[in-house]
């Protein structure tokens, strides 16, 4: 099936913007407009607070329009948009609000870039259409677990390979991965099966390390807002697998994908991976709209994880699946082929024919919704 998806949604989203409305058909190609913003200026505003207002901005170099309302008088701004500070205007007296028109994630939103992007992995594409099934242990355990489960999911049809050689853990007494040994295994056992490789950079110090034996460098949720490893992962123009933060808005999400792009590392991948919610009943809270809310937003391919999201073998199947149908482009999947002797997040792990049955069903709706799983690096489906 080759049916291609739908044209992205315009800023702002429909989902947040009200119903959908019949847009006028804009003529010849548009010239990238400078910043706007919109200043509301409370009921009880005073005169000369008004021309207060107008001299702070034209002093900062804005143009500035001002429109009295029967109740509200607002004051549009047009500037260069690296020097839009919401901030200080919002502290002039008479001012209620200051709302901007775009958002501050530029690099990452639909108004930068209106095409998906599409993510190119070891050869293995993410976006626009094309599906990508990572799977794989929680972490490195060693060379022959790895090879074992390496065999399955790729028999399975996974076209990416995870692993984590170095693990965030909550207790610092727990298992924390094997390192650049660990590192060495997952390159040497994604080589075997023509699998890319996935795992996950925790220091800033280790990126260059880490990008040395990984095709995709995964931001894991505890570091989402570790500004500094978010520069540095930009910088090394390596894929990168941002997990959302599991106390993060889809804002602060897209601002941390905004700091990889920024370092001009166009190649980012969303991972919604569960918030923190307060029902034990799963591990996290699976926030599936985030899903068509990121789409709806941003250009930036996005996958689900249902392993980390739900924290349980019995819900991840079905959460898997309703990620793609909201629109996911691919989907995160630990595998392990003894969960009861994993050194980390057994608890959680599909065994492989558990996950060959689920691959088999995430394909088949992948196709039905007109995504292509491309099964080997290269591989022009
Ligand atoms: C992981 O992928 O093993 C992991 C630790 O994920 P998260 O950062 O989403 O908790
Ligand atoms: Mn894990």
Redesign the pocket.
């Known amino acids: 099936m080759s049916r291609q998806p739908d044209r992205p949604a315009p800023w702002p989203p429909s989902d947040v913007a009200g119903p959908p409305r019949a847009r006028c058909p804009v003529a010849g190609p548009r010239t990238p407009a400078p910043s706007a913003m919109i200043i509301i200026l409370r009921s009880d505003v005073t005169e000369p607070q008004v021309e207060h207002v107008l001299e702070r901005a034209e002093a900062l170099g804005y143009q500035a329009h001002l429109s009295r309302g029967t109740y509200r008088t607002i004051i549009g701004l047009i500037g260069d948009e690296q020097r839009l500070q919401i901030e200080p205007l919002r502290a002039i007296p008479g001012v209620a609000d200051v709302v901007p028109v775009m958002p501050p994630y530029k690099l990452a939103s639909l108004e930068a870039h209106p095409q998906p992007s599409v993510v190119s992995v070891g050869g293995v594409r993410i976006g626009g259409g094309h599906f990508g099934l990572i799977a794989g242990p929680?972490?490195v355990e060693g060379l022959e677990p790895m090879d074992q489960i390496a065999a399955a999911v790729h028999a399975a049809g996974a076209n990416l390979l995870?692993g984590?050689a170095f693990?965030?853990r909550t207790s610092p007494y727990s298992f924390q991965g094997l390192g650049e040994e660990g590192l060495k295994i997952l390159r040497d056992v994604g080589d075997k099966y023509g699998l890319p490789v996935v795992t996950?950079v925790m220091d800033p110090r280790r990126v260059e390390l880490v990008a040395r034996y990984a095709d995709m460098l995964?931001?894991?949720?505890?570091?989402?807002q570790n500004f500094v490893l978010l520069t540095e992962v930009g910088q090394s123009q390596k894929p990168v697998l941002l997990?959302?933060g599991?106390s993060a808005t889809v804002e602060d999400w897209l601002m941390s994908a905004e700091y990889i792009l920024a370092q001009g590392n166009p190649n980012v991948v969303l991972?919604e991976?569960?918030v923190r919610g307060f029902d034990t009943v799963a591990r996290n809270l699976f926030d599936v709209a985030a899903v068509p809310a990121c789409k709806g937003r941003s250009h930036l391919p996005v996958i689900v994880?249902p392993?980390?999201?739900t924290g349980r073998p019995e819900l991840i199947p079905p959460c898997a699946l309703a990620g793609v149908a909201a629109g996911a482009d691919g989907v995160?999947v630990?595998v392990h082929n003894c969960p009861e002797q994993a050194k980390?997040?057994g608890s959680q792990a599909l065994l492989p024919e558990q996950f060959a049955a689920l691959a088999q069903q995430l394909q088949q709706l992948a196709e039905w919704l007109g995504k292509s799983v491309s099964s080997l690096p290269g591989d022009a489906t």
């Open positions: 929680c972490a995870r984590g693990k965030p996950e995964q931001i894991g949720a505890r570091n989402m997990k959302r599991m991972c991976r569960g994880d392993s980390h999201a995160h630990e980390s997040d």
